[in-house]
Antibody, heavy 116, light 113 residues
Framework: QVQLVESGGGVVQPGRSLRLSCAAS????????IHWVRQAPGKGLEWVAL????????YYADSVKGRFTISRDNSKSTLYLQMNSLRAEDTAVYFC?????????WGKGTTVTVSS | DIVMTQSPDSLAVSLGERATINCRSS????????????LAWYQQKPGQPPKLLIY???TRKSGVPDRFSGSGSGTDFTLTISTLQAEDVAVYYC?????????FGQGTELEIK
């Protein structure tokens, strides 16, 4: 079935880096743009980044621009989010979501906690 | 950036009654070339990812109960649950996909009265 599975979350100190992954299955990954969306504890949804189907275009929220990089490997049907210079306010559940152009398929999320 | 504002922030409705959630965008999200409103509604239950309910402002996703409906155009939109069921307790979000950055409303928490 159509599925997105995130991984790579964990506890990290402020200023350090972390890379999240999102593995896709059940659909032609290379045909879809994919988003990262996050949700801080007890808060609403915040869009983080979007990458086009072929990786040629990337878009970022101002809150992560210059620190986070979205990328993809279509040969592995996998999306990535490289997160550098992490801050406490980056603590959240990170979801990947398929762009259709609404977000019609979501992963279950991976939790990132930035704490010393 | 397009700002999405939902009202109310929370809502308590009796079982079997109608629930109405509003969403307003800071600029029109009606694309003139295709006459479509680039708006989606999502439902999120605790500990779960969001689930797409409605897209193009009024198209129900396959499998979503027909008690859920979306309406509106331009800058003002509404999600209506015609007869509230216990399983509809959740937080509901609107989201525009007209432009980047994609933006969500702040969410409306729906509970049973």
């Amino acid at each position: 079935q159509v599925q997105l599975v995130e991984s790579g979350g964990g506890v990290v100190q402020p200023g350090r880096s972390l890379r999240l992954s999102c593995a896709a299955s059940g659909f032609t990954f290379s045909s879809y743009a994919i988003h990262w969306v996050r949700q801080a504890p007890g808060k609403g949804l915040e869009w983080v980044a979007l990458i086009s189907y072929d990786g040629s275009n990337e878009y970022y929220a101002d809150s992560v621009k210059g620190r986070f990089t979205i990328s993809r490997d279509n040969s592995k049907s996998t999306l990535y989010l490289q997160m550098n210079s992490l801050r406490a306010e980056d603590t959240a559940v990170y979801f990947c979501a398929r762009d259709s152009p609404y977000m019609d398929v979501w992963g279950k999320g991976t939790t990132v906690t930035v704490s010393s | 950036d397009i700002v999405m504002t939902q009202s109310p922030d929370s809502l308590a409705v009796s079982l079997g009654e109608r629930a109405t959630i509003n969403c307003r965008s800071s600029q029109s999200i009606l694309y003139s070339s295709d006459n479509k409103n680039y708006l989606a509604w999502y439902q999120q239950k605790p500990g779960q990812p969001p689930k797409l309910l409605i897209y193009w402002a009024s198209t129900r996703k396959s499998g979503v109960p027909d008690r859920f409906s979306g309406s509106g155009s331009g800058t003002d939109f509404t999600l209506t649950i015609s007869t509230l069921q216990a399983e509809d307790v959740a937080v509901y979000y609107c989201q525009q996909y007209y432009d980047a950055p994609r933006t969500f409303g702040q969410g409306t928490e729906l509970e049973i009265k």
